[in-house]
């Protein structure tokens, strides 16, 4: 079942802490950023995923999902379909312990990714006033 209260929280919040990351990134903070990124784009999938009527709980199944469901049936742009792997991937990368400072061209490229990620997803909502998904995919774990 959809619950619409959750979806526009969840995507307003993610709109709102896209721009505190852009605050992130301009005080250097490379590993919070990242970190921030990851856990915004995510909030934004599982927003979306909920109001098109996918209940996802772990980031694993949202990112399964995301790729199967929403690229799968074109919903959004295919320049999409990698965004949350390569989040995922930025994050492991600063999470190791002693990495390699991250350039600043490369976290800007990440925020823009993040807040256009966002955008993309929150249009998507708009675009699409009822469920679309045929069947409920709960994950439970």
Same mark, same amino acid.
């Given at each position: 079942m959809v619950d619409r209260e959750?979806?526009?929280r969840l995507i307003r919040?993610?709109?709102i802490r896209v721009r505190a990351l852009e605050e992130i990134e $301009?005080?250097?903070d490379y590993v919070k950023a990242v970190n921030e990124a990851y856990s915004i784009m995510f909030m934004a999938a599982k927003a979306t995923l909920n109001h098109l009527g996918a209940n996802a709980i772990s980031h694993r199944?949202?990112?399964s999902i995301f790729r199967k469901e929403l690229?799968?049936?074109d919903v959004m742009s295919r $320049?999409?379909?990698d965004y949350l792997r390569k989040i995922h991937d930025y994050r492991e990368e600063v999470s190791?312990?002693?990495a390699e400072p991250m350039p600043p061209d490369k976290l800007a490229r990440i925020v823009a990714g993040c807040?256009?990620?966002v955008n993309a997803l929150n249009e998507v909502i708009k675009a699409n006033p009822e469920p679309i998904l045929q069947h409920d995919i709960t994950d439970f774990a």
């Open positions: 959750e979806t526009d919040t993610a709109l $301009k005080e250097g199944a949202v990112a690229m799968g049936r $320049k999409y379909q190791v312990e002693k807040k256009d990620f």
